[in-house]
């Protein structure tokens, strides 16, 4: 009796394990956005976050992230959008690993990545 209770509970744990990794991995949500302008660095570009945080809490799969809202600067904006008051949904990720650089009197904003425009893929 006792052998069938550790076999089921191992079942139970497999059963568990599995439907854990069949889950696709989450993609950040997808953020309207309009183009400012040109950063303080060549290739830069300044991007203003709409306030969209509504739209974006009923949708499974996807995470808002700490983007809220505000301003952000990119280096991957693709070509078509790169003129002030362009406005494109894209899926947004903190890039940590370098940003422009600026001196001391222009204000940083912090730097993004675009991983996708919604509806085509941006790498």
């Known amino acids: ?18 439907m854990g990794c069949t889950k696709s991995a989450p993609v950040p ?11 303080c660095e060549q290739g830069w570009y300044l991007l203003k976050l709409e306030d969209d945080t509504d739209e974006a809490e009923g949708k499974s799969g996807t995470y808002v992230g700490q983007l809220q ?9 693709p070509e ?7 406005k494109v949904s894209v899926r947004l990720e903190l890039n ?3 940003g ?19 509806g085509e893929d941006v790498r």
Do not use: H, W
């Not at 809202?69 to 904006?77: Q, S």
């Open 80 to 86: 078509q959008f790169r003129r002030a008051g362009a």
């Open 1 to 18: 009796m006792k052998s069938l209770l550790y076999i089921a509970l191992l079942y139970l744990c497999l059963a568990l394990l599995a």
């Open 69 to 77: 809202g505000g301003y952000v600067t990119t280096d991957n904006l």
């Open 100 to 118: 422009p650089t600026c001196v001391s009197t222009a204000m940083l904003y912090p730097a993004v990545r675009i991983v996708a425009v919604c």
């Open 29 to 39: 949500a997808c953020k309207a956005v309009e183009v400012v302008g040109q950063d």
């Open 96 to 98: 940590g690993s370098y």
